[in-house]
């Protein structure tokens, strides 16, 4: 069953040798001609405020797609209020002072006695000795009279209507533990309604319907988290892997936390972190630098200055005790396991991106081979790197999926036996060079796409001070070698660093004598 | 282009107007100011899409060559008609593991581990898969390697040797996806309530079995692919090429083959769901996975553009009168929308889902169903129309914003027979719909008493109950997995094929 006979290696590795050859010779100057290529077409401008803008010109077809990238996420979420990055990104469509309202001056009065109506009903709600019952009852009707109250005044979904309506194409916006984006695609002629549109929801976000939104937040953590197996097992996972550092922490929120944010502590998480020097915004598309430079500047320039809010200070401790979690329920087998490792900026970087493009990407991946087409017990299974974010020091991740009749233990074992392969001989040439040529190709693939470049260069504008990083990345990853990846694989993957969860199936007769429901 | 209408803007939402009018002075209203409105906007740049160079070849093969010249690679795809539909339903699934194994076996001259071999060190790719109505070989590679890549991408189109190991594979990995289809929710949901529209036994919803991919062998996957390469091909290539070249190229591996056979004529037979309510039992979610559904038509019929409006307007994006109710205003679904899909050759489905907090279920689902039943009762407004009509003109520019994008429309209306100017003929009809279409389409097509509704979720979480909602006792779904002949700790189907 699993024999496997390499009938070609001997005439097929000298043809590979010379493949390859070739294909280095084309990438030769790749990077080199790109990043000229894109030098000419890109323009940046940090404005007096502090925030970076980026413009790179494509002439293709009369369209643009922007990205905003802000430099906070959830793993900035103060102790208590899990879920406020991402609950913020959601008050970030609800309009400005100028649109989604029709009187903003009654309107702000109206939301500021929403607000104190909200803090009498937690304040009663929440007291642990002496609640009065009836007077919780009664607040919360005051509560919910003054939204309704503020209601009034609001022009619901304005603010994305508007952009609907003039073409916005892949509205959207993401909160991750690291960072915050907001994107979408429009027609060129719009440049300018989409700078005065995204300028004004960065500087004068309105808390319009929070507590609605809140609850719609709630469900969006019902869907991807507590009614989902692999969700639930990844939350669990991470706040096992992680003791002090806050990427252990749920990134949507504790159901306790998020469903008790305020208004008022979404609006100073804005204040704190929605500054000039915290976002990089990025243009690529039909717009020509020269015109389109002192229109982004004139309204982009509305966002507050300050300085860059300091770092998260905390530091992960050395783990030095392997831990495990085992949720036992009704659903299939799945094993992952996770080792941590540096954040982004550490020399190795590119050595763990060597790791785990050798390790899973494609047919050819080690894992693939050994587990789904070799010893046949998994469907699939791969390694990724870093999770759940890169900005700190984050996890190498592995993870299989059992085939029918399998155990998370094989998977687990089999995993185990490819790591330690890495850890005693040297991967071979051929895996190296195709590490480096699928990187290059990959980034050459992804410039294609204005929305994924607009992405790229404001992410790597922010996260390197430089979005030439971009193509200059490549320098790194031909510099890796196989000495590196085993270092690294035994620096990193050892027991005493690891964390491992997995589902085991329950039999049904067992599962109903539990208790159900998440929350 | 001065598309847009912003004069008429109410400032209330439709659905608040009425009582919102009585409580708010309208000179209150006036005073609020609308600065986007003064903002210009220019005259859109000249763009004509470059259209991709189409020959028909004497045997009725169709090759569409796309140039783009801004990066270094080539792709292309043959698309080959026939798919999971047309499957013997005793071996469904059969498609998926064809899918699978054409690519993963490889040729006589090379075989399938080897062809990635030599693809991955080139950053190059061919691959191979399945759909409901046709089967596809896609490649892409630098186009210095383009011709070894296609040459390898022809061999394995025209001399596939399937490998009786990687069927084996397939179907392991098939029975995985088997025996994991209920540990999602919304999977169960979106399946199930398909079957409610189809019928589950229809070529449209079947759904693979352990004991039908066990039934399907290297010989069925052989006499699957010499029937349908036989049908009319369309070939599309796009990217970094000299067209002269390329062209040689194509006729000289396309032109040698005998003359396509017409796919032959589906009999297959729709008819509207039975009304009424399922459920589905699943106690480990907290939230109700709602799906309301109904039989649809296909992108033939001339209401389609009047259609697409009116499923603006109530599905369509954070304007549609679903959104605002059940999300904005309610507060009780992240997800919600829906529609009708469109399919180019066969009816599609009327499907609109929420997800919504297991108490909350009844709620959110009884205002979904009076947005539906609005769309006959409640008069449509200028306002909807003209802002439904804004959405969809305004963005429609990015049906064709890159050549690829053109390439595949192109390849999808020469597939299903469709005018080459389908998309502009579309567009000028979207531009006419009217208020009174909208109203004579919405009596039509929209019948809430013939519309199935589906609920998977935890039952006894979801109080109060479904009986509130007064459609009749809830009819219970068995999703059992038939499990014929698996034993703990054996490969599944494997045993099957030996």
Not at chain 1, 57 to 82: I, K, L, M, Q, W
Not at chain 1, 152 to 159: E, S
Not at chain 1, 218 to 230: F, G, K, L, Y
Not at chain 2, 150 to 159: E, I, M, P, T
Request: aromatic share 8%.
């Amino acid at each position: 069953m699993h024999s496997r006979v390499f009938c070609w290696s001997r005439y097929g590795n000298r043809y590979r040798a010379l493949a390859l050859l070739a294909v280095a010779l084309a990438f030769a100057n790749a990077k080199a001609q790109d990043l000229k290529s894109f030098e000419q077409r890109i323009t940046t401008k940090v404005l007096p405020n502090g925030l970076t803008l980026i413009v790179c010109e494509r002439h293709d077809a009369p369209v643009f797609s922007y990205s905003t990238f802000v430099d906070a996420g959830d793993v900035n979420d103060p102790s208590g209020e899990s879920g406020l990055a991402h609950m913020f990104e959601h008050l970030a469509f609800k309009g400005t002072s100028q649109i989604g309202t029709n009187d903003y001056a009654d309107e702000k009065v109206a939301l500021a006695k929403v607000e104190a109506a909200n803090d009498a009903y937690e304040a009663e709600y929440l007291k642990a000795v002496g609640r009065d019952e009836k007077k919780v009852d009664e607040l919360k009707k005051a509560f919910l009279a003054a939204q309704e109250e503020a209601h009034k005044y609001v022009v619901p979904n304005q603010f994305t209507d508007v952009a609907e309506r003039n073409g916005a194409e892949g509205l959207n916006a993401e909160t991750g533990l690291d960072n915050t984006m907001f994107f979408w695609s429009m027609p060129e002629n719009r440049l300018e309604l989409w700078a005065w549109m995204e300028s004004s929801r960065l500087s004068d976000t309105v808390p319009r319907e929070f507590y609605k939104e809140r609850d719609v937040v709630v469900e969006e953590r019902r869907m991807r988290t507590d009614s989902n197996p692999i969700g639930r097992l990844v939350e669990q996972f991470l706040a096992t892997a992680y003791v002090a550092h806050n990427y252990g922490r749920s990134g949507i929120g504790w159901p306790s936390e998020v469903g008790q944010i305020t208004a008022t502590e979404a609006m100073d998480f804005h204040k704190k972190y929605y500054i000039g020097s915290n976002i990089v915004v990025s243009v690529v598309g039909d717009v020509k630098a020269s015109e389109a430079m002192p229109v982004l500047e004139k309204y982009f320039s509305k966002v507050p200055g300050g300085p860059k809010p300091e770092e998260m200070t905390t530091v992960e401790p050395k783990q030095f005790a392997e831990k495990t979690v085992v949720i036992r329920e009704q659903t299939q087998p799945f094993y992952l396991e996770g080792y941590h490792r540096p954040d982004y900026r550490d020399p190795d970087d590119e050595v763990y991106d060597a790791i785990s493009d050798i390790m899973s990407n494609g047919r050819v991946s080690r894992l693939y081979r050994s587990l789904v087409r070799d010893q046949q017990i998994a469907a699939e299974a791969q390694g990724f790197s870093p999770f759940p974010g890169d900005k700190y020091p984050g996890l190498f991740a592995f993870y299989a999926v059992p085939l029918p009749g399998h155990t998370p233990a094989e998977m687990r074992d089999a995993i185990h036996r490819e790591i330690d392969k890495l850890k005693t001989s040297d991967v071979s040439d051929d895996e190296l060079t195709m590490f480096k040529t699928r990187t290059r190709a990959d980034l050459l693939r992804g410039l294609a796409d204005n929305q994924g470049l607009a992405n790229d260069l404001a992410e790597y504008q922010s996260r390197h001070g430089d979005w030439r990083e971009l193509f200059l990345q490549l320098d790194k990853v031909d510099k890796v070698t196989k000495a590196d990846i085993r270092r690294v694989a035994n620096k990193v993957f050892v027991a005493s660093n690891r964390t491992s969860a997995e589902i085991d199936t329950e039999a049904p007769a067992a599962a109903a004598k539990k208790d159900g429901g998440a929350e | 282009m001065k598309s847009l209408d912003l004069k008429n803007f109410s400032r209330i939402a439709p659905l608040l107007a009425a009582s919102a009018a009585l409580l708010i002075p309208s000179a209150l209203i006036a005073q609020q100011e609308k600065p986007w409105e003064k903002i210009p906007v220019p005259k859109l740049h000249e763009f004509k899409p470059q259209e991709p160079k189409r020959i028909e070849l004497k045997n009725g093969i169709v090759i569409f060559l796309q140039e783009d010249h801004e990066l270094p690679f080539i792709s292309g795809s043959v698309l080959i008609p026939g798919g999971s539909r047309d499957e013997d339903p005793a071996k469904a699934g059969l498609i998926g593991l064809y899918g699978q194994t054409w690519r993963t076996s490889g040729t006589a001259k090379m075989d399938g581990d080897h062809l990635d071999d030599l693809l991955e060190a080139k950053a190059a790719h061919i691959e191979t898969g399945g759909d409901d109505d046709s089967t596809a070989l896609q490649w892409d590679s630098l186009k210095g390697d383009d011709d070894q890549v296609f040459s390898l991408a022809l061999d394995l189109l025209l001399h596939p040797k399937f490998n009786p190991e990687k069927l084996q594979l397939a179907q392991q990995q098939e029975a995985t996806g088997i025996v994991r289809r209920n540990d999602d929710e919304s999977e169960i949901a979106d399946r199930e309530s398909a079957k409610l529209v189809y019928g589950a036994n229809s070529p449209y919803t079947r759904q693979p079995e352990i004991a039908t991919i066990g039934a399907v062998t290297v010989d069925d996957l052989k006499a699957w692919h010499d029937k349908s390469i036989g049908g009319k091909l369309i070939v599309g290539v796009n990217g970094d090429f000299d067209p002269v070249a390329m062209e040689a190229k194509l006729r000289a591996a396309f032109e040698a083959l005998p003359p396509a056979k017409p796919a032959p004529p589906r009999h297959d037979v729709f008819s509207t769901p039975t009304p009424g309510l399922s459920f589905i039992n699943k106690e480990d979610v907290n939230q109700s996975n709602v799906q309301i559904v109904g039989l649809g038509i296909d992108r033939h019929n001339p209401d389609v553009p009047k259609l697409v409006v009116l499923d603006e307007i109530l599905g369509g994006g954070f304007a549609s009168r679903l959104f605002q109710k059940v999300r904005t205003e309610l507060g009780l679904a992240y997800s919600v929308g829906g529609g009708f899909t469109l399919p180019y050759d066969h009816p599609g489905e009327f499907r609109v889902d929420l997800l919504t907090k297991s108490a909350s279920t009844v709620d959110a689902t009884k205002a979904a169903l009076h947005e539906i039943a609005s769309l006959n009762t409640q008069p449509f407004t200028q306002e909807e129309l003209d802002r439904a009509k804004d959405n969809l003109l305004s963005s429609f520019l990015f049906r064709y914003d890159t050549r690829e994008k053109v390439l595949a429309e192109r390849e999808r209306l020469e597939f299903y027979g469709y005018p080459a100017d389908y998309l502009e003929t579309y567009k000028a009809d979207l531009e006419k719909v009217t208020l009174s279409d909208l109203t004579a389409t919405a009596k039509k097509y929209i019948h809430p008493e013939k519309l199935a509704l589906l609920v998977v979720g935890n039952g006894p979480e979801i109080k109060p109950s479904l009986d509130e909602l007064n459609l009749g006792p809830a009819q219970p779904i068995d999703i059992t997995i038939p499990m014929p002949r698996m034993q703990p700790g054996q490969g599944g189907p494997a045993e099957k094929n030996q």
